[in-house]
């Protein structure tokens, strides 16, 4: 099993759409979850940290299920400018710093 | 501006050359690692390094090498011993003892072999 997997997509929407994006993680220690947005031929971004009890930035809202061992993140409202590829990031457990895994990424395509 | 700068932007070798990539960051963070990214494809890491003068293999090490001399400062060759070097080359950071941050990325390097 993939340490973290997503759906790659695409996800083809209609503006205004809302879209939700799923991904798993095979450690079950793991700590900290990211979700990034990557623009084409652009190195990846931060878009919001993942909480246990859930957390939303504007239209945007990450759900994490430690028992599932499953992460969520929903776009309300999508724009044209949400078009990218949202990366599901996993933060193992062990000593400070440890490097991050990455999914390989959901693309998304808001159409108008 | 505090950040992450990596040059070149676009690096084009010849077989059988070595060549080195540079990122330099002056946000102070301890940790810097090196991911390669190809086409449809995640992020892999290549090295990481946690402290001036310590650095560790990630999952694809082979036909690479790094040092870090400085803190602000992580350099990446990418040997003849690559033989698939064509890629995006990003680096990163992220302070110190710091699980629940992310990182900060450059603007990666786009290296092709010609």
């Known amino acids: 099993r993939k340490e973290v997997e997503q759906d790659p997509g695409p996800f083809n929407v209609p503006e205004g759409a809302t879209v939700a994006f799923n991904c798993t993680y095979s450690?079950?220690?793991?700590?900290?979850f990211f979700w990034y947005r990557q623009d084409c031929r652009k190195e990846p971004k931060l878009l919001m940290s993942v909480y246990s009890s859930g957390n939303e930035d504007g239209r945007f809202t990450a759900q994490l299920n430690r028992a599932s061992q499953y992460i969520s993140l929903l776009i309300r409202d999508s724009k044209l400018s949400d078009s990218a590829t949202y990366l599901c990031v996993v933060s193992p457990i062990g000593a400070g710093n440890t490097p991050l895994v990455f999914g390989k990424g959901t693309r998304l395509s808001v159409i108008a | 501006d505090g950040g992450i700068t990596q040059s070149p932007k676009y690096l084009f070798r010849k077989e059988g050359q070595n060549v080195t990539l540079s990122c330099e960051q002056n946000l102070n963070h301890d940790a810097m690692y090196w991911y390669r990214q190809d086409p449809g494809q995640g992020l892999r890491l290549i090295y990481y390094?946690?402290?001036?003068?310590?650095?560790q293999k990630g999952d694809i090490a082979e036909g690479y090498s790094v040092s870090r001399e400085k803190k602000e400062s992580f350099p990446l060759t990418v040997t003849s011993a690559q033989k698939n070097p064509t890629a995006f080359y990003l680096c990163?950071?992220?302070?110190?003892?710091?699980?629940?941050?992310?990182?900060?990325f450059g603007s990666g390097t786009r290296l092709t072999v010609v």
């Open positions: 390094s946690q402290i001036v003068n310590d650095f």
């Open positions: 990163a950071t992220r302070p110190e003892g710091a699980n629940n941050y992310g990182y900060t």
């Open positions: 450690n079950s220690a793991s700590q900290s």
